[in-house]
């Protein structure tokens, strides 16, 4: 553990062990460009994402505008980030280009939540692809203090500067380094579990300001005709009509009534990645709440937004309205039964953006096609055919004879049901090979931190 305050380095020392270590690798130096760094490590089997930009995140309701901003004006072409929860909740930003991939788990996050018993640690962890540098502050992870370098140098270098900075309740750098006050410390020991911090894709384009452009494009164009046409177009002379109407000659017909338009349940389909992406921070953003004597139940998300349900198992009902007074989410609200002992909670996840596509399989294609999918990774799935009703006859009157036939308008369609562990990226991939695939309910199970996905597939209509 660290030395006590009296064998800490001082400044001075650390300056002078800087000036040193500059001194040997001045010539190194000279000419060359920023030091250079990896993207991922892997440490027990497990492949993190390190070399992260990181930022604090005011609204944990909606994550997606403050992310946007970030990477379009300080890391341009950046398109995944990630969410951790703490003291200050913060996103951090990476590059698919640089080697960075959807569902790696943030090593500075997994280790930020083991360090939260001494929120300002500053560490150097030797591993296979070089020398891990991580600085928290005050349970923050710095914004460019989140870095794998491959040259020891560049390590220590940024480890020395770090050093200067002081109340630092833990230090951690390689016993070889021999800096005093420090404890080497085995990362393949304390990063045993990756935590729920993952790499998520950011959403390329919001759907509801592309129709609004597009729309005033619209009107502009309208209105700008008319003017010119107005412009050519003469005046025609009135005409004086008699007073007295004429009798018209025949009568004329009622116009029909106007033909009703149905929408297809697959003209209007939600974009299963948005629903994945917003139902995944929604899940993330409930997990950070903790309350003492109250377990959280399974989490429900679809296009309506994502609840869950907690139960008291000791404690009373004020310190469930405490935590949510303070924790202030935006858009999350909750309902307490009439003991006082179960809260249904909800949390709004935004517009999810619609979408249409044609139906092209027939059922048993898409039935045939999941079975042998899943037979072929071993993994068990429920099918259930739904075939439409054509109409139904029921008594409208009541107490007489007559009766009035309601038509029933419904669609073909196979229901599916699967439960996983692995990453919502992994099933992506699946879910876009089936046209007209709608998934229409998430469930997350937190003690399994498994995910249950219904949904259904629609059949065309011959």
């Not at 018993?117 to 692809?129: G, I, N, T």
């Not at 911090?197 to 390329?204: G, P, Q, R, T």
């Not at 979408?355 to 092209?360: F, G, L, N, V």
């Not at 993994?379 to 006859?393: A, F, G, H, K, Y």
């Amino acid at each position: 553990m660290a030395a006590d305050d009296e064998d800490e380095l001082t400044v001075d020392d650390l300056e002078d062990d800087a000036d040193g270590l500059l001194d040997d690798t001045e010539e190194e130096s000279e000419g060359s460009s920023d030091p250079s760094w990896g993207p991922t490590m892997v440490v027990n089997n497990t492949t993190y994402a390190v070399s992260l930009f990181w930022q604090p995140l005011q609204d944990t309701n909606d994550p997606y505008p403050e992310v946007k901003e970030t990477v379009e004006n300080v890391m341009e072409g950046a398109d995944l980030f990630c969410l951790r929860s703490g003291t200050s909740p913060q996103y951090g930003i990476g590059n698919s280009t640089e080697g960075h991939k959807a569902g790696m788990p943030s090593a500075a996050a997994a280790v930020a939540e083991i360090f939260q018993d001494k929120p300002s640690s500053v560490a150097v962890f030797e591993v296979d692809e070089g020398w891990w540098f991580i600085a928290v502050r005050n349970d923050l992870i710095l914004s460019e203090e989140d870095i794998l370098y491959l040259k020891e140098e560049d390590a220590k270098r940024a480890f020395y500067a770090m050093m200067a900075v002081p109340d630092w309740g833990r230090k951690i750098a390689p016993a070889s380094w021999e800096i005093e006050g420090t404890e080497e410390v085995d990362l393949w020991d304390i990063l045993k579990n990756p935590g729920g911090s993952k790499l998520m894709h950011i959403n390329k384009g919001n759907p509801k300001t592309k129709l609004i452009t597009i729309g005033a494009g619209l009107l502009v164009l309208f209105i700008g005709w008319k003017l010119i046409s107005g412009l050519f177009v003469t005046q025609k002379k009135p005409v004086v009509r008699p007073l007295a109407p004429l009798q018209p000659l025949f009568e004329e017909e009622e116009a029909p009534p106007p033909k009703e338009v149905i929408v297809r349940p697959w003209e209007k389909l939600v974009v299963t990645e948005d629903l994945l992406n917003r139902c995944q921070a929604a899940v993330q953003q409930i997990k950070m709440i903790v309350v003492p004597g109250w377990k959280s139940g399974m989490v429900s998300c679809s296009s309506s937004g994502a609840s869950t349900t907690w139960t008291m198992e000791w404690g009373d009902l004020s310190w469930l309205k405490r935590a949510f007074a303070e924790y202030n989410t935006r858009g999350m609200d909750f309902i307490i039964d009439d003991a006082g002992k179960t809260a249904v909670i909800s949390l709004s996840i935004g517009d999810i953006a619609i979408h249409s596509q044609a139906p092209k399989l027939r059922m048993y294609e898409s039935r045939e096609e999941l079975n042998n999918i899943f037979q072929a990774i071993k993994m068990n799935i429920s099918l259930q055919e739904e075939r439409p009703v054509t109409s139904t006859s029921v008594n409208q009157y009541g107490l007489s004879n007559e009766t009035k036939t309601i038509q029933k308008i419904s669609y073909p369609k196979l229901h599916f049901s699967f439960s996983s562990d692995l990453p919502m990226e992994n099933w992506l991939g699946l879910f876009n090979k089936f046209p007209a695939l709608e998934i229409t309910r998430l469930q997350y199970d937190p003690n399994s931190n498994t995910w249950t996905y219904e949904g259904q597939i629609y059949e065309p209509i011959l």
